[in-house]
């Protein structure tokens, strides 16, 4: 269990750093620690998980979907200002 639970945790560590270079470290770092049960340091590593690891896992991915959603939603919204003759995907 301890095997698979350091796993996980590099896992996430991985996760919350590859967003840190999207986002930037202080908003990845923000998200993560919203994700009950998960324990993040200053750096964005992973340190402790309380609970399921797998949900943990998820529930991270979920919270940087949600969140790159409306990036990309806030974005692309500029751009179609420019072209008024198409319609805005929602």
């Not at 930037?24 to 620690?33: E, S, V």
């Not at 998980?49 to 919204?77: C, F, P, R």
Request: charged share 25%; aromatic share 4%.
């Amino acid at each position: 269990m301890e095997q698979d639970k350091q796993q996980y945790l590099g896992l996430i560590s991985e996760i919350i750093a590859k967003q840190a270079i999207i986002l930037g470290p202080d908003i990845a770092i923000l998200k993560a620690r919203t994700v009950s049960g998960l324990v993040v340091d200053e750096k964005g590593n992973a340190t402790d998980i309380k609970g399921d690891a797998q949900e943990a896992v998820q529930k991270l991915i979920d919270e940087y979907v949600n969140l790159s959603g409306q990036i990309i939603k806030s974005a692309l919204g500029s751009i179609f200002t420019k072209y008024p003759q198409i319609k805005k995907v929602e």
